[in-house]
């Protein structure tokens, strides 16, 4: 690794931070890495000798995103290499999937390429049997549980050499080991360059979101990144008071991926922090999954952070139309494609390549891209091993997610996958379908879809759900609604911003029974149901709210409404059913332990949150407590 890894004392973490972890991994693994990067490199130089001997005197190369003729003897190992049709691949060198066979079998027994795959690549000295690892992928879910992909690990080196890591960089990390962007990039890449990690609970960070940034300033951090929520979340922390004293010139590298990046979130935060230091310029955008080991594309230092101005009517319609106007889409670039990846634009409906000014599924082919799904062989056909039609070029990752290339970099337009992402956290629909259809007898199992739509630039999650014959709306309706909002608030702590009740049947299905949510998302927006009841979360604000009894109960109406963004609040109203979440929890939670100095109320009302329930439950922790005074001389016994 090159240096040892210092070891602060968990006695100067908490001191610091809080509510920091005292987590520190085994130098074992650092060492073990070390040792595996030796071996590997040997047999990379053995395979390379191998490679030369096969090719003429030029090879077909992948460099920069494209294939490009490179003499025989300038190859190194990494490289990704076109071979011909019947070539035996020399053991050591990895397929990306040139054959039917396992990827096991295909990488190491030197199996002939077959014919119709003559494009398959061959990546220099990467077997697939030094190293691998697995990781956790949300974008399939079986019985309402991820699964593992198994990737392999030489992701590592690319990343490292795109964002410059080195035994000299300092990550700090909040993001959970669970998801692949905090395992890789706050976990696995310090312990792969040799560099220090500093780490801190997901929970710390949400509780007080400037620790982040503090730690970033204690510990001289370079390397740190989150999703765009947190930046968003950050920028309305500066507005609401003095900052602590920040010191953000050594973060040189602000990564942001994970979800859906907007131009606003960059440019606010930047300007909010620019006293205290922070670069605009350290903006890195990125763009990847667990499925391809995290980053299919980043921004490179030589370039600068960016945006692309399109129309949003054409790119509705799948065309991308550069616009001056002032309501023009700012699509954030996500970079370039890693030099170790072939990314294709693809026609999802016809699996033909998209025209420059086309949007289209993004296809991935490359070393970092992982084997398949762990125990699940058909998810993994199906995502693993897609192939052109016309020129059968493949097999591909299928992404899943819509995009386009723009003078060489990565814009993302939208998502084909199902999977909803609500403030940087992923929700699975069947979940939440699962829950909603056993809220209320007159739903219907099997009958509803959880979707995700726009709204005013955020992600919001819609529930259309089929009502049983017996549902009657005069006497039904109130009641179905309020256990849904209720039921997904409590199980997933997520709010519901709108709920349609429609008749049964008309739900979009296909031919053999299977839920089809994009086109029940097309026909919400469309507004072609025929409701039974529909309910918006805006519709709420609109209700008179009842009046608080006390002063006590008018504060606690204020701090609702600051958290839950609305105008009016009535004290009988639930916190979730108003579009509280999780976060929003931590929020108030905060600003309930600020105004009045107790640390738990908010978690003991959870199940029952309004501003009444809130109330009773201080006013009984308030109240004063008798002092204890001399036990008053007992009376005389009477006398009979």
Not at 18 to 31: C, K, M, P, S
Not at 173 to 181: E, G
Not at 240 to 266: H, M, N, Q, V
Not at 494 to 510: C, E, S, Y
Request: with cysteine.
């Amino acid at each position: 690794m090159g240096s040892t890894m210092p070891s602060p004392s968990a006695a100067a973490l908490k001191a610091a931070m809080g509510e920091w972890i005292d987590f520190w991994v085994i130098l074992a693994v650092a060492v073990i890495n070390a040792v595996i990067g030796f071996v590997q490199e040997g047999r990379a130089e053995e395979a390379l000798a191998g490679i030369k001997a096969m090719l003429s005197s030029e090879a077909q190369v992948r460099r920069n995103g494209a294939w490009v003729s490179v003499p025989a003897d300038q190859l190194v190992p990494g490289d990704l290499v076109r071979v011909a049709p019947g070539s035996r691949v020399p053991a050591d060198l990895r397929l990306v999937e040139a054959s039917n066979l396992r990827v096991e079998e295909a990488a190491l027994t030197g199996e002939a390429v077959p014919a119709e795959k003559s494009l398959a690549a061959v990546a220099v000295g990467t077997g697939i049997g030094d190293r691998t690892s697995m990781l956790f992928s949300s974008s399939i879910v079986v019985a309402g549980q991820g699964v593992g992909v198994v990737t392999a690990t030489g992701a590592d080196a690319e990343i490292g050499r795109i964002l410059d890591y080195s035994k000299d960089s300092v990550v700090v990390s909040w993001l959970p080991h669970h998801h692949d962007f905090g395992l890789v990039n706050g976990l696995l890449q310090p312990l792969y360059s040799g560099g220090v990690c500093y780490l801190m609970s997901s929970t710390a960070f949400l509780k007080r979101p400037l620790r982040w940034l503090q730690a970033i300033t204690r510990y001289g951090g370079t390397h740190s990144g989150a999703p765009n929520f947190a930046y968003e979340l950050l920028t309305k922390k500066a507005t609401e008071g003095p900052l602590p004293a920040l010191d953000l010139k050594t973060w040189c590298f602000a990564s942001c991926g994970a979800e859906p990046i907007r131009w606003e979130t960059l440019t606010n935060f930047a300007e909010a922090f620019a006293p205290c230091g922070f670069d605009f310029d350290s903006f890195y955008s990125a763009y990847g999954m667990a499925e391809a080991t995290l980053a299919t594309t980043v921004r490179r230092a030589s370039d600068v952070p960016r945006y692309l101005a399109v129309d949003g009517e054409a790119l509705s319609r799948g065309q991308v139309v550069v616009s001056q106007a002032a309501d023009a889409l700012k699509l954030v670039s996500c970079g370039r494609v890693s030099d170790d990846v072939c990314a294709e634009i693809v026609n999802p409906a016809n699996a033909t390549r998209c025209a420059a000014d086309e949007v289209g599924e993004i296809w991935i082919a490359g070393g970092s891209v992982a084997a398949g799904y762990w125990q699940r062989p058909q998810e993994t056909e199906v995502t693993f091993r897609a192939y052109l039609a016309d020129t059968h070029e493949g097999p591909f990752l299928r992404g899943g997610d819509l995009g386009f290339v723009w003078e060489g970099e990565v814009y993302i337009a939208g998502r084909i996958k199902d999977i909803i992402i609500i403030r940087g956290q992923n929700y699975y629909p069947q979940d939440i379908e699962w829950t909603v259809q056993r809220s209320h007898p007159k739903l219907r199992t099997d009958g509803g879809a959880a979707i995700a739509v726009d709204v005013d630039g955020s992600e919001q999650l819609v529930v259309v759900q089929e009502v049983e014959r017996g549902f009657d709306p005069a006497t039904d309706q109130d009641e179905a609604l309020d256990a849904i909002r209720r039921a997904i608030a409590e199980q997933h702590g997520v709010a519901v911003h709108g709920i349609q009740l429609v008749k049964r049947g008309m739900v979009p299905k296909t031919s053999s029974g299977k839920l089809q949510r994009q086109a029940t998302r097309a026909a919400y927006l469309a507004a072609e149901f025929e409701a039974v009841a529909d309910w918006k979360l805006d519709a709420e604000a609109e209700e008179a709210a009842s009046a608080p009894a006390d002063e006590l109960e008018a504060q606690l109406v204020a701090i609702f409404r600051q958290v839950l963004k609305t105008p009016t609040v009535g004290v009988g109203d639930n916190f979730f059913a108003r579009g509280g979440d999780s976060l929003g929890v931590v929020e108030l939670n905060l600003l309930i332990e600020e105004q009045f100095g107790q640390t738990d109320a908010v978690s003991a009302q959870v199940d029952n949150l309004t501003v009444a329930a809130l109330a009773a439950s201080l006013r009984a922790s308030l109240a004063p407590t008798a002092t204890p005074s001399s036990p008053a001389p007992a009376s005389p016994p009477s006398i009979p």
